[in-house]
């Protein structure tokens, strides 16, 4: 009976041990902090200046490209001074102004509006076909002026979307290749020559979007979308949230439930509390709590929930 024990703890533990080494790496990936309140302004720091330097803020700081003209900051932007929290000069005559994270994120809730977590996701965007020479550079440069408007991390890269014969690759497979280049999101821009538009396509681990336009409505679709998913006016306070897990039955389910809890938006870290058979259980540090994380699963399409209620967050995995 003594052996029979000993044999079972050491699987659990070896499952266990094995879950953890496959966290370890996943936080390298999961999200690139980005300083979405510090922004440069032709000149000195005037009233006029400031002002429009804060529009363009909280634009960043809401996801929301609308909040520029949005009347309910009115009293905000007017205020802009107030909230300036350091100036310094920068090349070429402008001046790096730093806001108030603090300040500003409480006037935004304040407000009736949400805040999208400054931990982004690293996008990775494809043009096919791919563009080259001039255009090339051209592309890039009015793709990455509307990432640092949008305040999304991104780099334009050229990622096959066909195998050797010629077939469109799955979205697994594609999502598999960006992470591997440290991707979290995967923008895919085809060029439609019928009408000179792009045919888009944004893959998280989470969401799939399509859509149709210009070179930047692809960037600004894209945010759109990754916004969203974190959308909440209430406070986002950081928790531990317990989240158990039933259908956990191979090291390849461990390390891809293991990939999507932590690249889950809001997320801080991901800890093993304990395993048992096919259940496994988390404990989930994320800004927004239970009810941002739930959202976010529930978003995915790999987590079908369980019993509602209790003290942690129950699902069934869904390869």
């Not at 304040?110 to 990775?124: C, E, I, K, Q, Y």
């Amino acid at each position: 009976m003594c052996s029979i024990v000993i044999v079972h703890a050491l699987k659990f533990w070896t499952r266990l041990l094995g879950l953890c080494c496959l966290l370890v790496p996943i936080a390298a990936w999961a999200g690139r902090p980005v300083r979405v309140y510090e922004i440069d302004i032709k000149g000195p720091p005037s009233p006029a200046a400031l002002q429009d330097a804060l529009k363009r803020v909280l634009v960043r700081a809401t996801g929301r490209s609308e909040a520029a003209a949005d009347p309910t900051f009115s009293a905000v932007v007017a205020d802009a001074a107030h909230f300036m929290q350091t100036s310094r000069p920068a090349p070429d005559g402008a001046t790096h102004v730093v806001f108030d994270a603090a300040a500003l994120t409480s006037a935004i809730t304040a407000a009736g509006r949400s805040t999208w977590d400054t931990n982004r996701p690293f996008t990775l965007v494809v043009l096919s076909p791919p563009l080259t020479g001039p255009a090339a550079d051209g592309a890039r440069r009015e793709l990455d002026a509307a990432a640092e408007a949008r305040g999304l991390p991104i780099s334009l890269v050229p990622l096959p979307l066909v195998d050797a014969a010629g077939t469109e690759l799955s979205r697994t497979v594609l999502l598999a290749a960006a992470q591997q280049l440290g991707g979290d999101a995967l923008l895919i821009g085809r060029a439609d020559s019928a009408n000179g538009t792009w045919q888009w396509t944004l893959y998280t681990s989470f969401i799939s979007q399509n859509w149709s336009g210009g070179l930047t409505s692809g960037l600004n679709g894209a945010v759109d979308a990754l916004a969203r998913v974190q959308d909440s006016s209430e406070p986002q306070a950081e928790t531990v949230v317990q989240v158990q897990v039933d259908g956990v039955t191979a090291l390849a389910d461990y390390a891809q439930v293991g990939r999507l809890l932590q690249g889950a938006p809001g997320v801080r870290s991901v800890d093993v509390a304990d395993a048992s058979g096919s259940m496994v259980t988390f404990s989930v540090r994320v800004r927004g709590g239970s009810t941002a994380l739930d959202k976010a699963l529930s978003a995915s399409g790999h987590f079908a929930a369980g019993a509602p209620g209790g003290p942690r967050l129950q699902y069934t995995y869904r390869p």
